[in-house]
């Protein structure tokens, strides 16, 4: 029996093999209209996938700003520096009670 292609299965693997996925991406690519709905279950079964604002302008030159989410482990694996000489903020998650469950909510560039 084949396994079902899912909306998660198909954003996790868009952000394995890219550099994360915002909305409009979902959208064109997937069919996918509510992707924020579907990197809640994500992070519900344990990845870490954080938020990054992007800003910019749209077509009439005004600024917009829009989030890409991004996996953390794809972050610090196309980083040349350590991870721990960048991360500034960190949250805990699920109740962590060491630092191997702490997201970086800022990285340094």
């Given at each position: 029996m084949k396994k079902e292609i899912t909306q998660d299965n198909r954003v996790l693997q868009h952000l394995e093999e890219n550099d994360g996925i915002t909305s409009w991406e979902a959208i064109k690519e997937y069919g996918i209209t509510r992707?924020?709905?579907?990197i809640f279950r994500l992070r519900?079964?344990?990845?870490?996938i954080v938020n990054e604002t992007v800003f910019a302008r749209n077509r009439y030159d005004e600024p917009v700003h829009f989030v890409r989410y991004r996996l953390v482990a794809k972050?610090?694996?196309n980083e040349?520096?350590?991870w721990w000489k960048r991360i500034r903020f960190f949250m805990w998650v699920n109740g962590a009670t060491s630092h191997n469950?702490?997201?970086?909510?800022?990285?340094?560039?």
């Open positions: 992707l924020s709905a579907v519900k079964e344990g990845h870490n972050i610090l694996e040349k520096e350590p469950n702490l997201l970086p909510l800022k990285i340094l560039k």
